[in-house]
């Protein structure tokens, strides 16, 4: 005979909701990390090599507040799977607009998640997804290495799969 456990919320140890099912049988998880911040600034931003995208401060939401715009980075509360996805809209009258998603911890380095746009003469969004298997505390930034980008237009988000 199968087990049935009828529950509406399941909390953490200090009381808080970690899942709840609603009477349609939709599972949320409240607490789960998520973010997404986008730009205002209308100005076209150079990216400079190896620097962080730093004009991405408007936080549409911000699960956890594990996305800092001072730092302009997320930072892991966990081990686990994290999805990464975004857009940044591209100059490409004057040179290649080039960057990628930067994972770092404790002095380690990873930028094997390239996104770039050829230069062809026209203005385009570049878009982006990613999912990273990250250690607590690692941090994933967007950073740049030349060309640019439009603030307005361009945004960066992630959350925690599991």
């Known amino acids: 005979m199968a087990s049935i456990l009828n529950v509406d919320q399941i909390n953490n ?3 808080a909701s970690a899942v709840v099912i609603d009477s349609s049988g939709r599972v949320t998880m409240p607490a789960r990390p998520a973010f997404r911040v986008y730009g205002t600034s209308a100005v076209w931003t150079t990216f400079s090599t190896n620097v962080k995208v730093n004009l991405l401060t408007t936080v549409d939401y911000n699960i ?3 996305y800092s715009t001072t730092d302009h980075e997320f930072t892991a509360p966990c081990d686990g799977l994290f999805h990464f996805s975004g857009r940044l809209y591209v100059n490409n009258t004057a040179t290649i607009s080039d960057f990628y998603l930067s994972v770092a911890d404790a002095g380690f380095v990873s930028n094997l998640y390239y996104a770039s746009q050829d230069n ?7 878009t ?3 999912t990273l298997q990250l250690t607590a505390n690692q941090t994933v930034s967007i950073k740049g290495n030349s060309g640019q980008y439009y603030p307005k237009y361009s945004s960066f988000s992630g959350y925690l799969v599991g």
């Open 120 to 126: 062809d003469q026209s203005d385009s969004s570049v």
């Open 64 to 66: 956890g507040s594990h």
């Open 13 to 15: 140890a200090a009381g």
């Open 128 to 130: 982006f997804a990613e």
